[in-house]
């Protein structure tokens, strides 16, 4: 189930990246959860396909556009960690910032159950359930 867990992830950052957000959210569970990062000023949990429709319009509110690359992803059994360089424009501003982040994806029964989002690696490796020294222990 893992190597299909990374396959979603994938198509999760594609589908994301041409805002195909019915897609997205198609292959998540009913009950599924968005939390925010934690240091984010206002931070939300959204629950369900509606919440993560609302997350999704208040973020390209705030946006021009929004694009994710992957930088690395890891298995971590039900879970998958994917460190992302983001790139936005803003919607008022016009400022573009750059950003490295990191999120932790749960899955059950191939479909996707709660997505946390981090800016604390630290954070994310924990999440996911990997230990703070998993570079060191990957060499």
Known sequence: MSAENLANVRRYVEEFNRRDFDSLIADTDPAVELCEWPEAPGAQTYRGPDGLRQALGRWFEAWEWMHLDIAEIVDAGDRVLVSLNQRARGRGSG?????????????????????????????ALEAAGLTPNYQEEKR
């Open 95 to 123: 400022a573009e910032v750059e950003l490295t982040s990191h999120n932790v994806y749960t899955f059950r029964n191939g479909n996707v159950t709660r997505v946390q989002l981090f800016i604390d690696r630290e954070a």
